[in-house]
């Protein structure tokens, strides 16, 4: 574990948190506020 307060957790990413992500870097609404480029699967793996 990284960091931890009383309401959140942040631990390091896992190679079981790829699809996760990569739901994430899929979806536009997401991305419109990085650079408006929704990301593959492979793309988010990398």
Do not use: H, P, Q, Y
Request: aromatic residues 8%; glycine residues 2%.
């Amino acid at each position: 574990m990284l960091l931890e307060t009383n309401r959140l957790i942040i631990e390091c990413f896992n190679t079981s948190d790829i699809s996760d992500w990569a739901k994430i870097e899929s979806d536009a609404d997401v991305r419109r506020f990085v650079d408006g480029k929704v990301l593959s699967f492979l793309e988010a793996r990398k």
